[in-house]
Structures are given as structure tokens and as C-alpha cells.
């Protein structure tokens, strides 16, 4: 459903030099399964996910969402993607019927599906007592449900969640983390973006671990820990971002189910 093939950006610094933002990312997110994007504010992740967005051409490689290149057919495969952000906003004076509508109408929703599945997402979260209430009169914790039935709203294959949890209590996470499975079991596949590691171990099937732009280290939580000899994403993070030759790899280490990979020294 999601393909990323050598994704990689570059930007142009004063006096002819070159930052690489992103560089050579390689990696696959079947329909069922949340992939974790992981890594330190600035390591990459959400230039590599503005372009599978298509909202940045990458220097060169793509990435394709259900056969939609996003570089060439950004609008197909908008119309494919749910984005859940902790940086997007609500418009304050719509009501949260009218502002789910609104972008079910802009996604080119019919309006008898898109009304059936107001319905449906106003049952799953919540959200009937919320309907005709303004955007403005609502608790962080009840635009967070907002912000994640407009991503589905389309009912996209694919969902998108950068930084989701950011600036939540341990209720609004909790949303978060039933939200991700409900994703799981209707069939999506969803990304999630991050640098809380000890949460991502509760969000997702599959990780990459990215550092300066290079994604180092890609597989489950098992196969992670038979690579690198450390038992949580933080301490094989931080043993793969100081020392040990995955660091310097051209390609992400991949240990398959059932490998007697040898440990990261």
C-alpha cells in the first residue's frame, strides 16, 4: 500500500554546499500494518513525509501510495491519505458537523457516504454530543477526536499520524493508542511519525530507526533487538546513533523472523 524507494532531498546551503535531509530511504508498509517512523527532531521523518505526501519533490527516488507516484500524481494520492498532525488546527467557528463535512466534500466524498460515515466516527469517538457544538468551545482533548475522524472522514487506505501525540496526557495518548488499532484491524496502513520511542513500542508492527536523514535499522521490535543486543527502542537507538558500523551503512540493517543475527558491537 505504501512503497518508499531511495527517497532522497536535498537542499541547497550558501556557497554551493548541500544539505542531505533525506537520504536513500528504503522501506514498505503492507495494508494491516503501522509502520514507525522514528528518530530525533531533525532526523528526517517529516521532510520523508511531506514527500510521500507529494507536498516536496524529492532530489530523486519516490515513494508511491496504492500505485500513485506522489511526485507525479499528488492529488491521487492525497485523496488516498488520512493526515492526523499535532500541529494542524481546527476551524474555530464551524461546527464539528460542518468542518467534517467540509473536508469530506473537499476529498470529493459523496455526501450519502460521507454523511453515513459521520455517523459511524461520531459512535466510534465519541462524538454526537460534540456535532453542533463551534470548534472553539471544544477541550484539547475532545478536538483531538476531531482531528481524527477528519482524517478519516474519506475513508482513506492510508493514514499518516506525524508526532500524534504530542503535548497529550495519558488519557488523550490512550486515544491515540485505541485509535491505531482500530486503523490495524479495518485494514489501514498508517505511518506513525515520532521521536517518543517508549510509545512507538505500543503503536506499531514494524519500526525504522532514522538518523541524519539515513533510515539505520528497519524490522520488528524482535528482529531490532536480535540486531542490536538492546532490549527497547531507546537503548538500540542510542547505541546505533554513537557507535557500532550500522551507523555508517548505505543500507537500513534488516534482520529476518527466525535469523541468528549476531548482535551490534
Not at 524490522?219 to 527502542?233: N, P, W, Y
Not at 551503512?249 to 534488516?254: G, I
Request: glycine share 10%; charged share 20%; net charge neutral.
Amino acid at each position: 500500500m505504501i512503497e518508499v524507494a531511495e527517497l532522497t532531498k536535498r537542499f541547497p546551503l550558501a556557497g554551493g554546499a548541500e544539505l542531505v535531509a533525506v537520504d536513500g530511504v528504503s522501506f514498505t508498509v503492507l495494508p494491516g500494518q503501522v509502520y514507525g517512523l522514528l528518530g530525533p527532531n531533525g532526523a528526517g521523518k517529516t521532510t520523508t513525509i511531506r514527500m510521500i505526501l507529494g507536498l516536496l519533490r524529492p532530489t530523486s527516488g519516490e515513494a508511491r501510495i496504492a500505485g500513485f507516484t506522489s511526485a507525479t500524481h499528488p492529488d491521487e494520492v492525497k485523496r488516498r491519505v488520512g493526515l492526523v498532525s499535532a500541529s494542524a488546527g481546527l476551524y474555530p467557528w464551524l461546527t464539528v458537523r460542518e468542518l467534517l463535512m467540509y473536508f469530506a466534500h473537499l476529498y470529493g466524498a459523496p455526501r450519502p457516504q460521507a454523511l453515513g460515515e459521520l455517523a459511524r466516527l461520531s459512535q466510534m469517538l465519541g462524538l454526537h454530543e460534540l456535532l453542533d457544538r463551534r470548534c472553539a468551545t471544544l477541550s484539547t482533548g475532545q478536538k483531538q477526536r476531531v482531528h481524527l475522524a477528519r482524517a478519516l472522514i474519506h475513508r482513506p487506505p492510508v493514514l499518516l499520524l506525524d508526532e500524534p501525540t504530542l503535548g497529550l496526557d495519558v488519557l488523550g495518548s490512550q486515544v491515540i493508542v485505541e485509535y491505531v488499532s482500530l486503523l490495524r484491524d479495518e485494514g489501514k496502513a498508517a505511518i506513525v511519525t515520532t521521536h517518543r520511542l517508549e510509545e512507538a513500542e505500543r503503536l506499531c508492527d514494524r519500526f525504522g530507526l532514522m538518523h541524519r536523514g539515513r533510515l539505520v535499522c528497519e524490522g520488528t521490535l524482535a528482529e531490532l533487538q536480535a540486531v542490536t543486543g538492546a532490549s527497547s527502542l531507546t537503548d538500540m537507538f542510542l547505541k546505533l546513533a554513537n557507535v557500532g558500523p550500522a551507523i555508517g551503512r548505505t543500507e537500513p540493517v534488516q534482520a529476518p523472523l527466525g535469523s541468528e543475527a549476531e548482535p551490534v558491537s
